[in-house]
């Protein structure tokens, strides 16, 4: 009922014509949560930030002012202060940005795209292939994540995000292919499936063309986890410094700030920043992950909508509560 | 005594009055119930019948104040009258949350339809009836556990199966101990909403049986919710008839049968095939309800109504008096001319079925066909028990059976999408193996099949365009065959249909929809898993004869897999009776439902709900019973 949306037709066509009932774009984007568009704005200044932000950076995020040994508050010519050494912290961050996002979003989509082969894979072809995977999915869930970052990552490399992304998304995947087996083996046994292979669908084409998007939801949501994943560790990581140093992200930063003992001299403008972009960019994906539940699951919208329309006295509906006795409808005409 | 021929002036119990029920939704407020009136007397079985989404259950449900928001009461009043309470009443609609609760269960009492999801899974039956009795009486624990054991061996379950948790009892079974959890506190009205739709007939007669002996031996009243009306002329004193929101006409079980003078009530009257009685064509009511968004004036009823007139667009849906205790808010057509239109009143036409030729070539076979399921423990389990039978062209046979029979099974097996554990199939006289990766396609070129449930098989991110496209791309014809298609299956015009997706189309729509696909193969067997059981009474007969129509455009052998006899002895040659995974009786469809020669046979024909025995059977079990 409720997804119906078009206007009310007094004396409707006993067909019940099809475009009546299409909801229009406008009406499309007005129902996704409130939740979803602010997490998708947040995140969408960030992803123009890091495209654009080390070129509008004011300074060589890198470059020291000689003789300078504590870190200066700000000023106007350093709108967010110096380092210890005078380098400008705004430009830090400006260019710091793209190095976390880029991780986190190259970590989303690798880890993402494992998670559904294999999830994929395991819920449609069942039997021993789903055994297998299911096992493999489980070693790597129980492997201790941290240390063993930790050790791989001292071992590679320290060139640009991609090796980071990789060891990120092999220890990433296992969450989103748990899920996502679930759902495809919930989805395999529906009528419409059988319904394909009845018109003889082969089983590839079953898989992408039927069951894979409705399974967009929990994948994009799935993605979104990742990637708030990826970023936290990725902070975490270069924090501890096993990362590259030499480049500039959240992480190194806060890395800097430690070892110049910012904590110690006061100097908040040179960890806080770093720290709040950090937490600003984990909230926006973790809105973004519950508009999108929002959007995927019905039942939370209406629970939601439920508690405002419906009026018990003063306080919200609840669900022992009688139905409520409205004598005048707002709407109603006749 | 439930005829309440003897007491002169039946005491009302629960009066609704002018009660409106609306939806609130962003979309315009679905106003579910308009202006209902309806009184049920003390002891009395009143009937609620009507399509689905016509206000039936949101009647009963509001009237006790049980809906939940965007749900909102928007008028009337409702009174309940027990002996327990104050001589005036009780006014439902302003009582308060803690006089309802005393309400409800004590005083007026619900047996859902699904007892499966109303039972908690994880409970055992002896502990959900203890906190149901603990939660409404005061009792000390022993008289608890006393009256629970009373209360199982009142509705025929043995107390050992106390310590039984859900899902370890039948469906049967189930819904005995939601009625046992219902009439616990004696409660003196009971609102029963679809209690028998989701069992079997036989189970479905049992139950009614104990319900009324039941009914006899504690005296309350009933509020029987159910959209199938033939059921209700059975069992109900009185008929209520309801339909978009509003009650179209009411009367006693006999005027509703006999002279109902409201052409809705005539189209639902003629929705269901007979078991007795010459075999004859049925109307159904094509098209679908209205739009229950906003005001609706004149009759809602209109659009789909061979009467309808000018003056219809402006009546204000009053309900009139036709004769002694029976309305109708039709005023221009009366039960005499009801009687003498053709279509309403079936005229002996012989169904098409009758009529055929019987010389189709033999298509598919099964031979000895068997199918075993593995369960824990290294028990198996035998589905389907050596079955053979075959399909010819032109022909439909149908495969009637109760649920676990193995009826669908069979159908699964013939369409390859299980593998068989024994036996064969024949394809024109040779042996194959529709299962084989190899053959599939080739198979599906010559045998498709039809889905239970139109909600579920098509996919609901695709349109109606992509369905069929695909299907005809995949067995090589071409994609602009579309229209053709639409066409077959009376989806006109097709540019409406096209662009579709499945949740903008109704039950039936969405059927036509698939049973289109399985046309885009051009098969020469079509088999369709109870094709109509999960659509509305009043389009079953429509899908059935868009069916009946194919099979004599298409020459099609249709296997016909249903529940319901009645529907097989309309539409089939030929039936096939199943049980335990076995066919107990095959036969001509009408040689086999006049004259059943098996046990159980004949038990499922006797099961069958029949208006025209006036519940004849059940009354008279009733005497016998405790």
């Keep these: ?334 | 005594m439930a005829e309440n021929a003897g007491s002169p002036a039946p005491e009302p119990i629960l009066k609704i009055k002018d009660l409106s029920i609306a939806y609130r939704s962003g979309a315009g407020d679905v106003r579910a119930v308009r202006h209902v009136d309806l009184t049920l007397h003390r002891g009395e079985v009143v009937g609620l019948a009507g399509e689905s989404g016509c206000g039936k259950s949101t009647l009963a449900y509001g009237s006790v104040r049980l809906l939940r928001p965007p749900a909102v009461i928007t008028g009337g009043s409702v009174s309940y009258h027990g002996r327990r309470v104050e001589t005036d009443g009780v006014d439902v609609l302003a009582a308060s949350p803690e006089q309802l609760r005393r309400l409800r269960w004590r005083e007026i009492a619900i047996v859902f339809q699904s007892a499966m999801n109303s039972l908690n899974p994880v409970l055992r039956v002896r502990d959900q009836m203890l906190d149901a009795l603990g939660a409404h009486l005061a009792l000390t624990r022993e008289q608890r556990h006393d009256r629970v054991v009373e209360l199982i061996e009142m509705v025929g379950i043995p107390r050992t199966r106390l310590a039984s948790y859900p899902h370890e009892l039948s469906g049967g079974m189930r819904q005995r101990v939601m009625i046992a959890m219902a009439l616990a506190a004696e409660p003196e009205v009971v609102i029963m909403d679809e209690p028998t739709t989701a069992l079997d007939v036989v189970v479905q007669r049992e139950i009614l049986a104990e319900i009324f002996a039941l009914k006899d031996r504690l005296g309350f009243s009933v509020l029987f919710i159910t959209h199938d009306l033939s059921l209700l002329l059975e069992i109900a004193d009185r008929v209520v008839i309801m339909y978009a929101g509003r009650a179209v006409e009411s009367g006693t079980r006999e005027q509703i049968h006999v002279r109902s003078s409201h052409p809705y009530t005539r189209g639902l009257l003629t929705s269901f095939p007979r078991l007795r009685g010459p075999r004859v064509k049925l109307t159904g009511i094509p098209g679908s309800p209205p739009d229950l968004r906003g005001a609706l004036t004149g009759c809602p009823f209109v659009p789909r109504c061979r009467f309808s007139t000018d003056a219809c667009a402006t009546i204000d849906m009053a309900l009139t008096p036709v004769e002694p205790a029976h309305v109708s808010a039709c005023p221009f057509v009366s039960a005499e001319r009801l009687d003498a239109s053709p279509a309403s009143a079936p005229a002996p036409a012989p169904v098409a079925a009758l009529a055929r030729e019987s010389s189709g070539a033999v298509v598919l076979e099964a031979a000895d066909l068997r199918k075993s399921y593995r369960l824990a423990r290294g028990v198996a389990v035998e589905a389907v028990a050596g079955v053979s039978f075959e399909l010819r062209r032109g022909k439909i046979t149908a495969l009637v059976g109760e649920s676990g029979s193995g009826k669908t099974t069979v159908a699964r097996l013939l369409a390859g999408q299980e593998q068989r554990s024994g036996g064969e199939i024949r394809l024109d006289g040779k042996v194959i193996d529709p299962a084989s990766r190899r053959g599939f396609r080739s198979y599906k070129e010559t045998v498709q099949m039809v889905f239970q449930d139109p909600f579920a098989s098509l996919n609901p991110l695709h349109t109606v365009r992509y369905h069929l496209t695909r299907a005809l791309k995949l067995h090589g014809r071409d994609g602009a065959e579309l229209d053709g298609l639409l066409d077959q299956v009376r989806l006109s015009p097709p540019e409406q249909y096209r662009d579709a997706y499945p949740h903008e189309l109704s039950g039936g729509q969405r059927q036509r929809v698939a049973i289109a696909r399985a046309l885009a193969a051009a098969p020469r067997v079509l088999l369709a898993d109870e094709p109509v059981s999960m659509l509305d009474v009043s389009i079953r007969l429509e899908m059935l004869d868009l069916i009946e129509e194919l099979r004599a455009r298409l020459d099609l052998a249709v296997l016909y897999i249903t529940h319901d006899i009645a529907s097989a002895r309309y539409f089939a040659d030929e039936i096939l009776v199943m049980h335990g995974g076995e066919i107990v009786e095959r036969g001509p469809a009408e040689a086999l439902t006049q004259a059943p020669s098996h046990d159980y046979t004949r038990l499922l024909i006797a099961s069958a709900p029949d208006p025209d025995a006036f519940g004849r059977q059940l009354r008279a079990g009733r005497r016998t019973a405790p």
Excluded: C
């Design chain 1, 1 to 334: 009922m409720s997804a119906l949306a078009a206007p009310a037709d007094p004396l409707p066509d006993a067909q019940l014509p099809a475009t009546v009932i299409t909801a229009g774009r406008r009406e499309a984007l007005r129902r996704i949560p409130v939740k979803a568009k602010v997490g998708a704005a947040i995140l969408i200044v960030f992803i123009v930030v890091a495209i654009i932000g080390p070129w509008i950076a004011p300074y060589d995020p890198a470059a020291t002012t000689i003789g300078q040994a504590l870190p200066h508050g700000p000023t106007g010519s350093h709108l967010l202060g110096t380092t210890a050494t005078g380098q400008d912290v705004l430009s830090q961050l400006l260019s710091g940005t793209r190095s976390t996002v880029v991780l986190g979003l190259l970590t989303g989509v690798i880890a993402t795209a494992l998670s559904v082969v294999i999830g994929t894979s395991a819920g449609f072809l069942g039997g021993l292939p789903d055994d297998g995977l299911s096992l493999l999915a489980n070693v790597f869930l129980v492997l201790p994540a941290l240390p063993l970052l930790v050790v791989i990552l001292g071992y590679l490399p320290h060139t640009g995000e991609l090796p980071t992304a990789i060891v990120l998304s092999v220890l990433g995947w296992p969450w989103g292919a748990r899920v996502i087996r679930a759902q495809t083996l919930s989805l395999r046994g529906r009528d419409f499936v059988a319904a394909a292979r009845e018109s003889g669908e082969s089983s590839v084409r079953i898989i992408f063309f039927e069951i894979l998007p409705n399974e967009i939801g929990l994948i994009a949501a799935s993605f979104v986890g990742t990637v708030l994943y990826a970023i936290l560790t990725s902070v975490a990581l270069a924090f501890l410094g096993v990362s590259n140093l030499s480049s500039w992200s959240y992480g190194t930063m806060l890395y800097w700030a430690q070892g110049g003992n910012a904590v110690q001299l006061n100097a908040w403008w040179w960890y806080a920043p770093p720290g709040i972009l950090v937490a600003l960019l984990g909230m926006s994906l973790v809105l973004l992950n519950f508009g999108l539940d929002e959007l995927g699951n019905p039942r939370l919208r209406s629970a939601a909508r439920a508690g405002r329309t419906g009026r018990a006295g003063s306080r919200s509906w609840r669900p022992a509560d009688p139905t409520p006795v409205l004598r005048e409808l707002p709407t109603e005409r006749s």
